[in-house]
Each structure stands twice: as C-alpha cells, then as structure tokens.
T-cell receptor, first 112, second 119 residues
C-alpha cells in the first residue's frame, strides 16, 4: 500500500533563503506526483505536476524534482518570501490504484 | 480561472443531525471529489463522481453519502452527524485528463473548505 511522508511537519526560515521541502513515497510505481499549496482558510492550489517520465518541473521560483527509484520528490523554493508561508502538500497517483495518496504536509513559515 | 465554491466556510451541528455540504464548480468538469482533512493525516477521499448521477466510494465512505444531480454540483451528506466527523471538508473538481486516464490523472481544483464541528 502506497504511503506518502513529508518531513519535517513544520519549517521556519528567514526571508531570502533557498529551501527544500521533502516528500517520500513507498511504492515507486507511480503515474505522477503533484505539489500543492494550502493557505489558512483557503483550499489547495496546484503548484507543479510531474509525470512519472519526467525528472523535474519548474514554475517561477519553484522547482520540483522526482526520483522514482529512491521514492523521493523535493520542492525547491528559491529566494523565499513571507508570501511563501503556507502548508505544502504532495500527492502521488499510482499506476495500479486509481486515486491520489496524500502526504500530511509541511507547514512553512518565512520570517521577514 | 476555475472556481470551486462550497456552501459554508464554518458549520456547527449537533450529534444526530443530518448535514448537507454543497459544492459547485463553474468549469464544466466531469469529475468531482469530496475529501476530509485532519491534522497529521493528510487528505482522505470520501467519495468521488465522474459523471452526473455516478458515484464511487473512496477510502472512508462510512457515515457519508453523496448526490450529483447536476454536473456542476456535488453534495456531501452526513446522514447522522457524529463527533468523529468534526473535520475540514474539501471539495475538488477536475477534467477527464489524458486519453486513457482516469478521474485522478489531471490536476484537481479545490474549494476553500468547510470546517465542520459536531457537538
């Protein structure tokens, strides 16, 4: 059974730093992996979707990588800003199961 | 922009009450989903629907039912609310995705959530 883990559960860094959020999964037979952002009182917003055949995706200051063999994905945020403060979740779609399996998220705080 | 709206942001109900949560999307998406989100557990799928009047159980359907009479609207019903159903409920929608893909292939668009408290 696929399990998705995000460590740490919370992270606080000063503004301007580059940072990496981690997502690990137990079954490497995945169809795609997505990163979402959740702001307090708001729903989730999709940030990046990586297909199983891809190694990375980039959007602005965000870069997501995927290493299926090791069961890991990272979300790199460059030059962090206070507006990046949010909870970041990853979700994996497997080849055999039909639905998304979600991590519990990493709560990120960027200190001005 | 895709817009997914949910009928209430906050809801307080009593044990045993019947509770209706409604979700509406304006992008003509075929697929709609209901999740609950609890601290430390991530999102768990309750039900999803890939077409009008069609529904499929997710991981935790017990105590819930759904209704999809129109394409844009997907309702979650708590038949008899219990305290362990206190949670954040999130609705989402998506397009059918790539040819050969299923309801979970493409990006899902989420509503703002309903925080339900059952006393």
């Amino acid at each position: 059974k696929q399990e998705v883990t995000q460590i740490p559960a919370a992270l606080s860094v000063p503004e301007g730093e580059n940072l990496v959020l981690n997502c690990s999964f137990t079954d490497s037979a995945i169809y795609n992996l997505q990163w979402f952002r959740q702001d307090p009182g708001k729903g989730l917003t999709s940030l990046l979707l990586i297909q199983s055949s891809q190694r990375e995706q980039t959007s602005g200051r965000l870069n997501a990588s995927l290493d299926k063999s090791s069961g890991r994905s990272t979300l790199y945020i460059a030059a962090s800003q206070p507006g990046d403060s949010a909870t970041y979740l990853c979700a994996v779609k497997g080849n055999s199961n039909y639905q998304l399996i979600w991590g519990a998220g990493t709560k990120l705080i960027i200190k001005p | 922009d895709v817009k997914v709206t949910q009928s209430s942001r906050y809801l307080v109900k009593r044990t045993g009450e019947k509770v209706f949560l409604e979700c509406v999307q304006d992008m003509d998406h075929e697929n709609m989903f209901w999740y609950r989100q609890d601290p430390g557990l991530g999102l768990r799928l309750i039900y999803f629907s890939y077409d009008v009047k069609m529904k499929e159980k997710g991981d935790i359907p017990e105590g819930y039912s759904v209704s999809r009479e129109k394409k844009e609207r997907f309702s979650l019903i708590l038949e008899s609310a219990s305290t362990n159903q206190t949670s954040m409920y999130l609705c989402a929608s998506s397009s059918p995705g790539l040819a050969g893909g299923d309801a979970f292939t493409d990006t899902q668009y989420f509503g703002p959530g309903t925080r339900l408290t059952v006393l």
